[in-house]
């Protein structure tokens, strides 16, 4: 492999790998997002500090 | 309390950039490689310029307006605003990848053309500090603390990073350096590339651009995403809390009713 199919390889292959990486991210954050929704909403109707029983 | 986090949808607008810097990329290889002719100094070698000049561009001039640009408007007042701060922070990790890439092709076009892999001139030092700053940064922002302190401390450090920026730039010019001057241009802003090599490396430079622009999006959406998800945890943390005492206060009292003074945070 030239020096210069290294270089093209190396940075196509690394903003691929990158990408890739970000879009599983967003993904995973996502469904973080909507796992963590679900028990506030179960709670909207417990009493807030402050308010009585 | 932080302000309430706006979380994203799927922006049809970046697609369309992703797309367009995914075909701007594939002309660009395809130019690179196979279309334009040898370098009559350089040989094949000269192929390799398509893509470093291009991906040192955004690690140095597109991170380094959107990071300091960020920064600023966030430390500003009548700015201030999480949006800035995150799109900073997305910025720099975004920058950072395409710092390591810049020192890794000039590494593989400096072997054969200066007959190393490193030296420690001027310029590939001063961008090398440039990627330790963002690793440094990054860092910093994983630093546990409210978010207006982690926003202002990251835009302070973000602004340190930048004053780097210029040093790469004119490093070559107030060092004597092994580093070539301007790529594209010399200090007269005269051409030093022309007719298919020149195209191909504008292209280079919108591909990457738009590759940029991209990354940086989805990454902002991740940052945001984030913080949306610390949020909620927090929230829920509280109001178990709030429950936990509330429960407590039935139990010891036995009548159901909380007592004056007990349970509420």
Known sequence: MSYVDAGYAVALGALFVYAVGLVLRRRRWERALRVSEVPVAETESAPGPGERL | MSEPVP??????????????????MGVTVWLGL???????????????LYIHPPIATVALYWVGIVAAGGSL??????????????????????????????????????R????????????????????????GYMALRRVPAEPAIRARRC??????????????HFSVDWWQTL????????????????????????????????????????RYQVEVLQDAVGDQELEVSLTERWNEDTELVGVGSGDGEPHPGGGAP
Do not use: C, K
């Open chain 2, 34 to 48: 196979w279309v334009t002719p040898p370098d009559v100094v350089q040989g094949n070698l000269a192929r390799l």
């Open chain 2, 112 to 135: 054969p053309a200066w007959g190393v892999w490193w030296t420690w001139d001027a310029r590939l030092t001063s961008t090398a500090l440039l990627l330790l700053l963002e690793i």
């Open chain 2, 179 to 218: 580093h070539q001057g301007g790529t594209v241009l010399d200090p007269g802003f005269d051409l030093h590339v022309h007719g298919i090599m020149l195209w191909t490396l504008g292209i280079g430079f919108l591909a990457f651009s738009l590759i940029f622009v991209w990354l940086l999006g989805v």
């Open chain 2, 155 to 168: 835009a302070v450090a973000a602004l340190l990073i930048t004053i780097d920026i210029p040093i790469v």
């Open chain 2, 73 to 110: 408007l966030y430390l500003w007042p009548r700015t201030r605003s999480f949006f800035w701060d995150r799109l900073a922070a997305s910025a720099v990790e975004v920058g950072a990848v395409f710092s390591a890439l810049t020192l890794v092709t000039g590494s593989l076009w400096g």
């Open chain 2, 7 to 24: 979380v994203p949808g799927r922006s049809r607008w970046l697609d369309v950039v992703g797309v367009l810097g995914v075909v701007a």
